[in-house]
């Protein structure tokens, strides 16, 4: 008979594939072993990494370089378009209408030698009845009735995104309804809320404003100096919106109108082109920036253009005008 005690440590017994198995399974998980591997794996990788190329480091040659190239392949705009760029959405255009019967009575006036002081600062009037010259006709909108006429076209600058609108008393002056253009082409009626004589100015509200109003930013005009540039957007002669550049010329200028009616002081001088329709409209820096109203041109002939000499309200007596606080 087989022996049962040598059978069942037979059983008992793993066979020699199993313990080699066991010895494999114990040395994986020896950590000594463990720490070797990742040892290894740390620097495969890191051998690896040291192998790839690094980006060269940029000198202030490249950046150099790289400007250059972007100045020659764009074609930057100027100080001037910029300046132009920023003012244009507030600039708008300001046209007055007056009814024929008034008309009438102006011809009498000028008849006996009576002459209002409507019109361009500076610049003999228009004959009553007549727009000035290269202004536009009669005004065809349907709300003007057939009694009514265009009697001038100027220029104002928004100032609050309310609609509150600056320009030149002269330029309403009579005026028996005003329209304001605004930047989109949007046409609104406006009221004058307020005026300042002394300084050629009006407050005007338009009752109907565009979706995004972007009101003019005001500036400063204490550290203006003569030589600094300027930029002057209106509707000269109601073409525009037109700009002009130039320096100021000088500061705290008196203007006495050519009728000696009105003295105006602590005027801007500048040579910026402006001429009849550029009245109300702004005097800017080349940030974009109001400092002034223009208001008057020097002009001692009776052709109405610019020779060379124009005046500013100071942004400071236009915003007290508004009832805005000081700079």
Known sequence: MPDDSAAAQGAGSPSPGALRRRRFAISLASPRLLWTAILLLGAALALSLALQPHPRRLTQEDINAA?????????????????????KPSVVRVVSYVKKSHLKEEIGKAGKGEHSDKGAKGAKPARPGKPPHGMMDATTDSDAADDEVESGVGTGVVIVDKGVILTNMH????????????????????????????????????????????????????????????????????????????????????????????????????????????????????????????????????????????????????????GLPPF
């Open 67 to 87: 400007v250059l190239k972007t100045m020659e392949t764009h074609v930057m705009p100027s100080e001037w378009a910029k300046a132009y760029e920023n003012i």
């Open 171 to 322: 330029v309403i002056a009579g005026s028996d309804r005003i329209k304001v253009v605004f930047s989109d082409g949007l046409e609104s009626p406006a009221t004058i809320t307020g005026v300042q004589p002394e300084n050629d100015l009006a407050v005007l509200q338009a009752s109907k404003l565009p979706d995004d109003l972007i009101p003019a930013t005001l500036r400063s005009t204490h550290d203006l100096q003569p030589g600094d540039k300027v930029l002057a957007v209106g509707f000269p002669f109601g073409i525009g919106p037109s700009a002009s550049g130039g320096i100021i010329s000088g500061l705290g200028r008196v203007f006495r109108s050519p009728e000696g009616k009105q003295e105006m002081k602590n005027l801007i001088q500048f040579d910026a082109a402006a001429n009849p329709g550029n009245s109300g409209g702004p005097l800017v820096t080349m940030d974009g920036e109001v400092v002034g109203i223009v208001t008057a041109i020097l002009n001692p002939t009776p052709a109405r253009t610019f020779l060379g000499i124009g005046f500013a309200v100071p942004i400071e007596n236009a915003a007290s005008a508004v």
